[in-house]
């Protein structure tokens, strides 16, 4: 009769631990983030990966599913690459990273972030191109990426951003021409100054997109 008893309980754990590990994903990639940052405050010192999920961390937001949609580290002297682990955040809305010393390129992963609203890397020391990848972000509404090392062209895979309110890449080192198509009509011409070798807005047809890269 033993094993009759014990087989119901043997079969609820093993349905169990799959929903363990994907509940703690999140914490996951947040952690994998971590090891790669150099963090002198000790900003991160609450980032414990043996929790059931980040929710209780310092700077990271939850909603009622305890799925993390805001991640805020804005001017925390923070230093180190980004990963891809980040894309693994897919509910996330707000990406606040501003003002820190990030460095290296921005990773194509990011543009699987299919909710994400604001990603705020301004102020860092990012080199490399703005992915091409980031056009796949819908729900986009405000992307500042200024004052960095940035180069290569404005994708033109932007102009797909519909809801894109706000665009700053001012004081990179982009090149090319300015969009014309989607919502780049409407952003100032201040959203793209100290870019020396960036010229005004694309003559389609009469001048290629990344004329002077």
């Not at 990966?49 to 002297?77: A, E, K, M, Q, Y």
């Not at 992915?131 to 797909?160: C, D, Q, W």
Request: aromatic content about 8%; overall charge negative.
């Amino acid at each position: 009769m033993a094993p009759l008893v014990l087989l119901p309980s043997l079969y609820l754990l093993l349905l169990a631990a799959p929903l363990a590990i994907s509940t703690n994903s999140e914490g996951e990639a947040l952690h994998a983030l971590r090891t790669r940052l150099s963090d002198p405050r000790g900003v991160l010192q609450s980032w414990d990966p043996t929790l059931v999920n980040p929710c209780t961390w310092f700077h990271v937001t939850c909603d009622d599913h305890n799925h993390v949609i805001r991640l805020d580290l804005g001017n925390s002297n923070i230093s180190g690459p980004l990963g891809p682990e980040l894309s693994q955040l897919q509910h996330l809305q707000y990406l606040e990273l501003y003002k820190n010393n990030f460095e290296g390129k921005i990773p194509e992963e990011l543009g699987n972030l299919k909710n994400l609203i604001s990603i705020d890397l301004y102020e860092n020391r990012l080199h490399g191109s703005i992915p091409k990848s980031f056009g796949k972000m819908k729900t986009l509404r405000f992307m500042r990426l200024n004052n960095n090392k940035l180069t290569g062209s404005i994708p033109r895979e932007l102009a797909k951003l519909s809801n894109l309110k706000v665009l700053d890449v001012s004081n990179n080192d982009l090149c090319g021409t300015i969009p014309v198509d989607g919502p780049f009509p409407t952003f100032p011409f201040q959203s793209y100054e100290n870019n020396s070798r960036l010229n005004g807005p694309e003559l389609q047809g009469l001048v290629p997109y990344d004329f002077g890269c």
